[in-house]
């Protein structure tokens, strides 16, 4: 265990201190002038930077609605695909086939091909009611990356549903129906609860990935126009990779460390109560 | 129950059926269709690809794959392969010493360490990204492909290591028990007994780690640039090519994602396990 958990220390944990050391300094990799120490100056001026807040904003609007939405259709297909219907594995497998897709070639097909305003098949299709040329990623940019990202994680959020519904007792369902009880208050009243862990499950891995999205944003809008889907991953990108600001793009770092941990101290608490649960079965 | 009640009651039963399949293909089929149109446009002449309105019905052609293949895209899809195989090589290698040490022999404070862990893989790549570049740079490490091996295996050690205990937790007690009592030495316990044992955890492990190594991005775009830059990288060469380039773009998106694609779809039962880190079986 030793030589994994050192690994894990040295690759996540010393760079971290690191990044704290260097928040604190002047230093930009394309001046000459060397590393200084200026105190929480780079803070002061992250805070007081109106492009971070609208990156932190834009941050929290793309994940909770990305969640949301996949959450709720993830729920929905799930219910559909464990009714008695045909082809269920092979429905199953055409599912899963967005979350597969390699995310940077999935953008880029959505945005030359599907959501093209001049050649783009959605456009194509929604010509009768005169969206034919219409372009949603410039006018809606927010939207459509929450709608890539929602296309992206449903098959996951689904998947998770799904192994909860078929590890549901059949015998309570059955002795519900005889009960006369109504398909509806079923799932509200036996169906939910039971999936209820499953779906926080989703809820909470789906937000700790689509926090750190980057991939769709950069090959569809590259955080624009202007700065309308500038998340915090694509402005630490623009701060150390295009700007060079190393010690500008620490503090953001340690700003986004904080903000991160906020929400997955909660994350993790809930999932250890569901490993706990899984293990008393 | 008259003969004629039941069957109109078998009727509905059946028409209901059909009405739900017919609903779950649609929604099916709206997922998958972007994938689909990928795969399609690929296999498309340019001048078809780029039509307007788009091109339906076509006789495939291989040339703009063969293309892609016989330019420079075959480099990079070797990057992705060592990267791929170098870091889950990595992660079993330091994964299953580790997961047998937090499953079968537990060392004090187990759960600390599963909880340190999971949250290293959790925290926002923000934490480490600036100090790992500047190291790398100073390494000579930056456009080397050895600089993704070693992250990506930072990446999903964790979840490997939680994944693989999970798996050797399921183990019978008494073969272990057995085992120990022939006399045999901890790493003959493991390599003779446990791992034997938990080629399906092994296959889960791979495959979370070939989906997360293959299709990563954000290291791959800053830390590479020419000789170890990955699959990913290549399709960034498409980002500003308007119009004549959609098919060789399609063909490449569609090569680029086929790896993960078909092994996802192959083993859909560890992928379910493998992305909850297996909490969901």
């Known amino acids: 265990m030793l030589p994994a958990l050192i690994y894990v220390i040295l690759v996540t944990q010393l760079p971290f201190v690191l990044t704290i050391f260097y928040s604190v300094q002047s230093w930009n990799l394309l001046s000459l002038a060397p590393a200084r120490f200026i105190g929480l100056q780079n803070y002061l001026d992250i805070l007081n930077d109106p492009s971070i807040r609208i990156a932190i904003w834009n941050t929290i609007v793309l994940t909770i609605c990305a969640v949301a939405i996949s959450v709720a259709l993830g729920v929905a297909i799930a219910v559909l695909l464990n009714r008695e219907i045909f082809g269920k594995g092979i429905l199953r497998t055409l599912m899963i086939g967005p979350f597969l897709v390699m995310p940077t070639a999935a953008a880029l097909m959505w945005k030359d091909t599907l959501l093209n305003p001049l050649t783009g098949f959605v456009n194509y299709l929604l010509t009768p009611i005169g969206l034919g040329t219409f372009d949603f990623i410039n006018r809606f940019p927010m939207a459509s990356i929450v709608a890539i990202e929602v296309w992206r994680w449903t098959p996951f959020m689904m998947l998770i549903v799904l192994a909860g519904l078929q590890s549901q007792n059949q015998e309570v369902l059955e002795a519900a129906e005889v009960d006369g009880a109504r398909p509806l208050q079923m799932f509200r009243y036996i169906t939910l609860p039971a999936i209820r862990p499953f779906i926080e499950l989703g809820a909470l891995l789906g937000s700790l990935f689509i926090v750190q999205s980057f991939d769709t944003i950069f090959m569809t809008t590259q955080g624009g126009p202007g700065e309308a889907t500038t998340n915090l991953p694509f402005k630490l990108y623009l701060e150390a990779f295009q700007a060079f600001d190393i010690g500008r793009a620490s503090a953001i770092g340690v700003l986004a460390v904080i903000l991160t941990m906020i929400v997955a101290t909660f994350a993790l608490r809930t999932l250890f109560t569901i490993f706990q649960v899984e293990a008393r079965r | ?281």
């Open chain 2, 1 to 281: 129950m008259s003969v004629q009640a039941g069957r109109t009651q078998r009727g509905k039963a059946v028409a209901s059926k059909v009405g739900w399949s017919a609903l779950a293909w649609l929604v099916a089929i709206v997922f998958f269709f972007p994938v689909l149109w990928m795969a399609l446009e690929g296999l498309k002449t340019e001048v078809q690809a780029a039509s307007i309105p788009p091109t339906i019905l076509f006789t495939p052609t291989l040339s703009a794959i063969q293309e892609v293949l016989s330019r420079d895209f075959p480099p990079y899809l070797i990057n992705s392969a060592t990267a791929t195989l170098g870091s889950t090589l990595l992660v079993l290698v330091l994964g299953l010493p580790a997961a047998y040490a937090l499953s079968i022999r537990p060392v004090k404070r187990t759960r600390d360490v599963l909880f340190f862990l999971i949250s290293t893989r959790f925290l926002p790549f923000a934490a480490s990204l600036v100090p790992l570049y500047i190291l790398a740079r100073n390494l000579h490490l930056l456009d080397n492909i050895m600089a993704l091996v070693i992250i990506y295996t930072t990446i999903n050690l964790p979840l490997g290591i939680w994944l693989l205990r999970s798996f050797m937790l399921e183990l019978p007690h008494e073969l272990v028990e057995a085992a120990r009592v022939d006399g045999a030495s901890m790493r003959h316990e493991l390599t003779r007994i446990v791992i034997p044992l938990i080629t399906p955890g092994i296959a889960a492990t791979s495959l979370i780690c070939l989906i997360f190594s293959w299709n990563e991005f954000f290291y791959a775009v800053n830390f590479t640039s020419s000789i170890a830059a990955t699959s990913p990288i290549f399709l960034v060469g498409f980002i500003s090519g308007r119009g004549l380039f959609y098919a060789k773009l399609a063909a490449a998106a569609t090569l680029a994602s086929l790896p993960v694609l078909l092994a996802g779809w192959i083993a859909q039962k560890q992928l379910i396990r493998g992305l909850t880190m297996g909490a969901v079986k």
